[in-house]
């Protein structure tokens, strides 16, 4: 997932299966890969909430299956 803003994107929070998983601050890359390659096999829902300075928001969603 990829966020942007016209400024700068000031936070990211990361969720698997609805539990937070990592939350970046003054956001430039955000890696979430470890707790990933940690879940379990089947099904899972990623969401990625970023926020710029002005508190505008985004959100993403991607279901996923692990193997």
Do not use: Q, W
């Amino acid at each position: 997932t990829t966020a942007s803003d016209n400024v700068k994107v000031t936070r990211m929070i990361v969720y698997l299966d609805n539990a937070l998983i990592k939350t970046c601050l003054n956001v430039v890359t955000c890696d979430a890969s470890t707790p990933l390659n940690n879940m379990s096999p089947g099904s899972h829902t990623i969401k990625a909430e970023s926020f710029d300075a002005a508190s505008n928001s985004s959100t993403a969603t991607s279901l996923i299956t692990h193997p």
